[in-house]
C-alpha cells in the first residue's frame, strides 16, 4: 500500500517530516512477507467462488467439465435421476430442473443444479460450458472457467485425449483439486464389442461371457488412458480415480426403466460416491 504525504505548509506537516525524519535514522523493520502461493490461491478461490455465486458454506460444490460433446448436461441429469430437455428459447432454469442438451453448444455460463426433491440438500453439481470451441478456447479453459474453486472436478471425455483434457488434469494437478476422469458412453464401446464377438461365435453371449467382455472393456479402456498419460509426460497415474461409467443405464435403474439386457450402469455410482467421499474429506480436513 502506497502513502502520500500532502505537500504543505505548517506544523502538522513539520511534525510528520521530522518523525519521518527519525524514522530513517534507524534500521527498517522486515517488510511484511509477500503472500505465499497458498494464500494467493486461497484468495483466488474465494474471488471465484463470490464471481460465480458459490455456496460454500452450505454445499460440497462438484464440477464436470471437458470438451464439447462429451455429454457433461446429459450425465448431470442422469446422476441425479431427472430426464433429458433438449434447450430451446422456451427453456426455463430451475436448479432442480433439467439441464438442457442438444446438438449445439446449449451451456453457455456455468451453471448449478441441485437434487430434486432435497435429496442431497448439500450438495451442488456445476454444468462446466463445453471447452474448445470459439467462445471457450482450450488454452484458458481451466483459469477462464475458474476450475480451481470447486471441490472435486469430473473431466468427461470419449475417445482420446485431446489437448484440453491434458490441458485440465496438469492444471488441477498443479492447483492440488481432486480429478476423476469419466469415461462416458462406455455402453457404446461395449455393445460394439459385443456384436464383434457375437459375429465371431456366430451365436449370442452367455451372462458370463457378456460380463467377462465388459470387465476386459472396462480394463481396456483404463489403460488407455494410463498410457495417453504417460505419454503426455505425467507420472504412472492412479487408476482409481479413472471411472467407466454408462449413465443413461444409472438413470434408467433408478427410475426403474432398466431392462435386463441392457448395459448396466458399470462404474457411475462408484464415481459418484468417491467424488462426494474426497470433497468431505478435503472439507474436514482443510
Wanted: glycine content about 6%.
Amino acid at each position: 500500500m502506497a502513502f502520500l504525504i500532502p505537500i504543505a505548509i505548517g506544523a502538522g506537516v513539520v511534525m510528520a517530516a521530522s518523525a519521518i525524519r527519525e524514522y530513517l535514522k534507524t534500521p527498517p523493520p522486515s517488510p511484511p512477507p509477500p503472500p505465499t502461493p497458498e494464500m494467493t490461491q486461497k484468495i483466488m478461490i474465494r474471488n471465484a467462488q463470490e464471481k460465480l455465486g458459490m455456496d460454500i458454506e452450505n454445499h460440497y460444490n462438484l464440477a464436470v467439465c471437458g470438451n464439447s460433446g462429451t455429454g457433461k448436461s446429459t450425465f448431470i441429469n442422469c446422476i441425479r435421476g431427472v430426464l433429458d430437455v433438449e434447450y430451446s428459447d422456451a427453456f426455463v432454469y430451475i436448479d432442480s430442473g433439467s439441464a438442457p442438451s442438444g446438438i449445439n453448444e446449449t451451456t453457455m455460463i456455468p451453471t448449478h443444479y441441485c437434487w430434486p426433491n432435497n435429496e442431497l440438500p448439500y450438495l451442488s453439481i456445476w454444468d462446466m460450458p463445453g471447452g474448445g470451441t470459439q467462445k471457450h478456447p482450450g488454452e484458458t479453459y481451466f483459469d477462464d472457467k475458474t476450475l480451481y474453486a470447486f471441490d472435486c472436478l469430473l473431466l468427461l471425455k470419449s475417445g482420446r485425449f485431446t489437448q484440453l483434457d491434458t490441458d485440465i488434469y496438469r492444471k488441477a494437478v498443479e492447483y492440488k483439486i481432486p480429478i476423476a476422469i469419466v469415461l462416458t458412453k462406455a455402453d457404446n464401446d461395449i455393445k460394439s464389442r459385443m456384436k464383434i464377438k457375437t459375429a465371431e461365435l456366430r451365436c449370442k453371449l452367455t451372462k458370463s461371457e457378456y460380463n467377462a467382455l465388459m470387465e476386459e472393456t472396462i480394463r481396456q479402456l483404463k489403460n488407455n488412458v494410463k498410457s495417453e498419460l504417460m505419454t503426455a509426460g505425467f507420472p504412472e497415474p492412479n487408476l482409481n480415480a479413472v471411472f467407466v461409467i454408462a449413465a443413461q443405464s444409472y438413470r434408467d435403474e433408478k427410475l426403474g426403466f432398466l431392462d435386463d439386457i441392457e448395459c448396466p450402469p458399470l462404474e457411475t455410482e462408484k464415481l459418484f460416491l468417491a467424488c462426494c467421499n474426497i470433497a468431505v474429506y478435503r472439507r474436514r480436513n482443510a
